[in-house]
């Protein structure tokens, strides 16, 4: 019993490290900005200045325009800080 206990606790871990993955950003990311249908793509990048985890998006704004990035938010899923800019 203890046996399957781990195998299955092992799994579950396991399938969400792949889902975490996943969902992180995985270097430059271009979509279309649905208010500025005509404007173009936005480029997101993670920022490489920020440390640590970031939940506060007006500090992680900052620190992308020190790399030259004209915007900065925190990502939701994996609380880091993404900088954005138009491609």
Known sequence: ?????????T????VLL???TEMGPMGV???TESSKAVEGKICEVPSTL????????NNCKH???KE???RGHCSVLTRACVC???C
């Open 1 to 9: 019993m203890e046996r399957s206990m781990r195998l299955v606790s």
């Open 11 to 14: 799994t579950f871990v396991l």
């Open 18 to 20: 792949l889902a975490a």
């Open 29 to 31: 990311e271009a979509r």
């Open 50 to 57: 920020f440390k640590g985890l970031c939940f506060s998006s």
């Open 63 to 65: 620190t992308c325009r």
């Open 68 to 70: 030259q990035f004209t």
């Open 84 to 86: 954005t800019k138009k």
